[in-house]
């Protein structure tokens, strides 16, 4: 049986997004838990069969259970995986066997890749799909839903096809081949690591609450400091984790308390449980870890990396975690930052810590996500040369190389926090002997807090397919994914560069890559993220973990197909229009030009407050004064920011004629009369974004009220409910800069609009 919980919506994966496969003759051939649980898929699938069975048929088979007697077209797809360099062909004797080509394609295709094969016989279409292991063979299913959605009708659906046989396209990120009129589509994650970290604390915080930045209620794993009795949707959340791409969950706050720092050692039952739930659908467990565990769970007097004694408890606590949880994934840390204790406190840096760590997990395969956000939060405003943003490249950069094979940096997006504008960390570009990951928040704390519509996919695919050594140079994927080529010379210019010392060259990319990390959205709302169009956020993080290659547009196509796939076209159509463009949207409304922040304190970053941080000690300033605004992080007169990037995106930056207008304000300070590219004063620029923004959220709700009736009734209210709260804040956000900024410049709009 798959995971279904009543009353709770079903995201992405609606029976309707299953029909299609149901009606195909289906055999799946192999054994293990994984396979059972594709076995189960396609049950379910069958007992939504509408009608006659569809011609053709589907088989998803494991390359070593393939059988001598299989059916010819079956046969045929192992020859033609093979012509697609995939192992050697079938044995042609009788009993021959076909061990040595599984083990080939199987070492080929990785641990999650799978191969699609497909053909015409006179009894209709065939698809095969083969892998070497049960994860590559559920996530050939559903890739096979996924085209099923969109062959239905769906935005985009020209172009997709599933069993039945309708025309096909291969999607990026795939190798394509012809074989004797045999198609052969070959599909791996781009990603080892596809991890979603969850901030949820077992007991409620009184500042955090049961989830920090949670906007969808409570956890769904615990509950009034205990974990919850019925795992059951946490089993369905596996489910559509699995079918977006994610294959790594870390169950608790990096902000580790007393106790979630437990379930290291007292309450590893906890742990093994919601493993437990995980590993049908392929989903690995990690933890975070309190780097002072030592002391607060052991006895110990110190947390000294250096310690033998320290050494030897982490050893033991991770030899524990492994014999009753043999697939847990690792420690996720956040250490020497905001208050949580770290390396920094026994005069070790933070490879000593990682290092640590990596070392009591090397035996048993596990990984450290080492988090990279270290900074002065007692910062004096005053000080003008402090600068939050290079703050982690001064910390980490120095340590490139120092980190062992099993220590991921995680690095957030942008060099502040997850901000609707900023640059690229310089960090992700700058460390080439170090495993890179970069992190961005699915949960929207910045980004309207899933009262807003704010699809976040088009800013996560600018950073990941960017180049940023020119366009010949490897993309940031390239970096994550570890498959550059020359990366140890590109970074080697940027840290010259940021430097002035002579480019050596030296340095030696790894093979594995880092991967990519997301702080999660979902929590225990019967919509799972609290606006129901937040979802389409939780899915395109998957998707672009396994294939950053993807385009915003293609990974909205593939969402509203799934999960509106039997709503009328005009609902289907609305809700992509609302999607799509709707981050402009929000960034009009907000910070302007990348300056940043803005948002309140009080209320939890939730709505404007413009000089709310302003004269605090988090760094976080745009230093609005009579005559300008911005922050000046040039080399020639400001912090130097600027001049951490690969030499011709630093030049780029340093210069206000190609620095880009988007990030002006993040990178210079300019009077409120210097004109935009776009032939606009900043001032007016203000005006005029901030007026369009509401402007467009009015055009939203408009066209949501067109087709409210069409959607299922509690799924309307609720996205009525939060438009108009969008509404409300927008124009609370307009009036308050427009207004701040008219009464610091004095320039009035020269449209004449009202301004307070």
Request: charged share 20%; hydrophobic share 40%; net charge negative.
């Amino acid at each position: 049986m798959i995971p279904q919980t009543p009353g709770v919506h079903p995201a992405w994966l609606p029976d309707a997004a299953l029909a299609t496969l149901g009606a195909v003759d289906t055999v799946v051939l192999g054994d293990g838990p994984l396979v059972d649980t594709v076995r189960a898929e396609v049950a379910h699938a069958a007992t939504l069969r509408g009608g006659e069975a569809a011609p053709g048929r589907l088989t998803l088979a494991l390359l070593g259970a393939v059988p001598d007697d299989a059916p010819e077209p079956v046969l045929a797809a192992i020859d033609a995986a093979a012509g697609a360099g995939l192992g050697e062909p079938r044995g042609t004797g009788p009993g021959e066997p076909r061990e040595a080509a599984a083990d080939e394609s199987s070492s080929t295709l990785g641990d999650e890749g799978f191969v699609i094969v497909r053909s015409g016989t006179p009894q209709g279409p065939t698809t095969t799909i083969l892998a070497g292991t049960g994860h590559g063979l559920l996530h050939g299913w559903f890739h096979l839903v996924r085209e099923g959605a969109l062959a239905q009708g769906g935005p985009g659906a020209q172009g997709a096809r599933g069993p039945e046989g309708t025309s096909t396209s291969t999607a990026p990120g795939t190798s394509s081949h012809e074989h004797d009129e045999l198609s052969v589509d070959v599909h791996r994650p781009t990603h080892d690591l596809r991890v979603l970290d969850h901030w949820d604390n077992i007991s409620v915080h009184p500042v955090m609450g049961q989830v920090e930045r949670g906007y969808s209620g409570g956890s769904l794993f615990y509950d009034d400091g205990s974990l919850r009795p019925d795992l059951g949707k946490v089993r369905q959340y596996a489910r559509l984790l699995a079918a977006s791409g994610v294959n790594r969950v870390a169950l608790n706050n990096v902000n580790v308390g007393r106790r979630e720092a437990e379930l290291l050692t007292t309450h590893l039952d906890d742990v093994v449980a919601l493993a437990d739930a995980f590993r049908p659908y392929g989903v690995r467990v990690h933890l975070s870890v309190s780097f002072a565990s030592p002391v607060v769970l052991g006895g110990l007097t110190t947390a000294d990396p250096a310690d033998p004694g320290v050494q030897a408890w982490w050893a033991q606590a991770a030899s524990a975690v492994y014999a009753a949880v043999p697939d847990f994934g690792g420690f996720v840390v956040k250490a020497d930052s905001e208050g949580q204790p770290g390396p920094f406190s026994y005069g070790r840096d933070h490879a000593d810590g990682a290092n640590m760590l990596a070392r009591a997990l090397a035996p048993h395969g596990g990984t450290v996500h080492w988090r990279a956000f270290v900074y002065d939060h007692h910062q004096d405003w005053r000080d003008r040369s402090t600068d939050r943003a290079r703050a982690a490249y001064d910390h980490f950069t120095p340590l490139d190389g120092r980190f062992d094979d099993n220590v991921v940096l995680q690095v957030k997006l942008g060099p502040i926090d997850f901000q609707v504008r900023e640059p690229l960390s310089p960090v992700v570009l700058a460390m080439p002997q170090t495993r890179v990951a970069v992190e961005v928040q699915v949960t929207q704390e910045y980004t309207g807090q899933q009262k807003h519509v704010a699809y976040l996919a088009p800013q996560w695919t600018d950073a990941l397919q960017a180049r940023p050594w020119g366009d010949e140079g490897p993309a940031v994927s390239d970096v994550t994914s570890g498959t550059s080529r020359g990366l140890d010379a590109a970074a080697a210019r940027t840290e010259a560069a940021a430097s002035g010392t002579k480019d050596s060259g030296a340095g030696a990319p790894r093979t594995a890559g880092g991967g990519l990390a997301a702080v999660s959205n979902v929590g225990d709302d019967v919509f799972w993220t609290g606006h129901p169009f937040a979802q389409a956020n939780l899915y395109a993080f998957g998707r672009l973990a396994w294939d950053p290659t993807l385009t915003a547009e293609q990974i909205l196509d593939e969402w509203v197909a799934l999960t509106f796939g039997d709503a009328p076209a005009e609902l289907r159509s609305t809700v992509r229009n609302l999607l799509s463009g709707s981050l402009d949207v929000y960034e009009q409304y907000t910070a302007p030009l990348g300056v940043g922040f803005m948002v309140s304190p009080t209320r939890h970053h939730y709505g404007p407050d413009v000089d709310g941080y302003e004269y605090t000690a988090w760094g976080t300033y745009h230093f609005a004064d009579r005559d300008g605004v911005g922050v000046d992080r040039t080399r020639a007169t400001g912090t130097g920011f600027a001049g951490l990037f690969p030499p011709e995106l630093a030049q780029t930056y340093e210069s206000l004629d190609t620095c880009p207008d988007e990030l002006l304000l993040f990178l210079h300070h300019v009077p409120y009369s210097h004109v935009l590219h776009s032939g606009k004063t900043v001032v007016q620029h203000i005006y005029d974004t901030h007026f369009a923004g509401v402007e467009r959220v009015e055009e939203m709700l408009t066209a949501w009220e067109k087709v409210a009736p069409l959607a299922d009734p509690d799924l309307a209210a609720r996205v009525t409910e939060r438009l108009a709260e969008q509404h409300r804040s927008a124009v609370e956000w307009r009036d308050q800069i427009n207004t701040y900024f008219f009464r610091k410049s004095g320039v009035a709009d020269e449209r004449g609009r009202r301004i307070y």
